[in-house]
């Protein structure tokens, strides 16, 4: 156990699988008391066992991120059982493939309420008690695909570069009152969410010859190209920049939009 974010209580959304939950499991093992937020009930529980035999302090709340009144029944949870919350990650999120071309307005709101709506509603039910407690960080989970155009993704792509300028304007918002809002790009972090883009047709990889009917595994492999580190990412690679930035370490840093991405954006 570490103590980077001792004394600090977080909520940290799509906690049940993926990136979120690398991240819940690495707050709790740094000190934090971790609100963990997902739609998953199984993955939820699993999270939180976790936390609990690795001696950390977590709850699980049952949410669709999506619903007003659940994220602020969420913040009143975790914050009656640990006090107020004081970091945010806003990670859940949903794959959405699909060009301008082809995609559905049912399509297109799903995508746009889960990635983006959702990080909004999540910021302004904690921000009253970030207010009077004097100060927080909240972390937003955005994407390359909302910094650089990427095939086959355009409402994830508008929903992500939404949460950029989310992060930003609230950055200068809040940074009075030492409320801190940055955002992370990760690149590709093979998750079940990826999966389910890889293999959607036209999805991230875009890569796939005419013809050919590659497997996940295969998709992943050509898509090496594109980060010169040479390997696609690890949750670990994006949960270690995010407990960064909740701890007192990043005191300076708000408004910033840090690809993790093992070079991806830089090429
Ligand atoms: N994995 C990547 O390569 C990658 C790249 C860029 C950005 N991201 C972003 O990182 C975040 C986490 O993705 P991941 O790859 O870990 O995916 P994941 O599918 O492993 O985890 C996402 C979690 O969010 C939860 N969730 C989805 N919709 C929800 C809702 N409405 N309410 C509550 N919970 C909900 C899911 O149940 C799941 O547990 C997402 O915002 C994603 O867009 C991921």
């Not at 939820?44 to 659940?70: K, P, Q």
């Not at 994407?143 to 989310?166: C, D, E, N, T």
């Not at 992370?184 to 969410?193: D, H, K």
Request: contains cysteine; charged residues 20%.
């Amino acid at each position: 156990m570490g103590d980077r974010l001792a004394g600090k209580v977080a909520i940290v959304t799509g906690a049940g699988s993926g990136i979120g939950r690398t991240a819940a499991i690495r707050f709790a093992t740094e000190g934090a008391k971790v609100g963990c937020a997902d739609r998953d009930r199984d993955g939820l529980d699993s999270t939180v066992e976790e936390i609990r035999e690795l001696g950390g302090l977590a709850i699980g709340c049952e949410v669709d991120v999506t619903d007003e009144e659940l994220v602020e029944q969420m913040v009143a949870e975790t914050g009656s059982e640990f006090g107020t919350v004081t970091v945010l990650y806003s990670n859940a999120g949903i794959a959405g493939s699909g060009n301008a071309k082809d995609l559905t307005l049912a399509e297109w709101e799903k995508v746009i309420a889960v990635n983006l709506t959702s990080v909004w509603l999540c910021s302004r039910a904690c921000l009253p008690g970030m207010i009077e407690a004097g100060g927080g960080s909240i972390i937003n989970q955005a994407s390359v695909g909302g910094m650089v155009g990427v095939p086959g993704i355009a409402s994830y792509a508008a929903a992500k570069a939404g949460v950029i300028g989310l992060t930003k304007q609230m950055a200068v918002e809040y940074g009075p009152s030492k409320i801190r809002v940055n955002a992370i790009c990760p690149g590709t972090v093979p998750t079940p969410l990826v999966e389910k883009t890889y293999m959607a047709r036209g999805g991230f990889a875009a890569t796939a010859e005419e013809g050919t009917d590659p497997t996940y595994e295969e998709l992943l492999e050509q898509s090496l190209f594109r980060y010169p580190i040479g390997r696609v990412g690890m949750t670990e690679d994006i949960a270690a920049f995010a407990l960064y930035l909740a701890s007192d370490e990043s005191a300076w840093t708000t408004g910033v939009v840090v690809p993790i991405d093992g070079g991806m954006t830089a090429a």
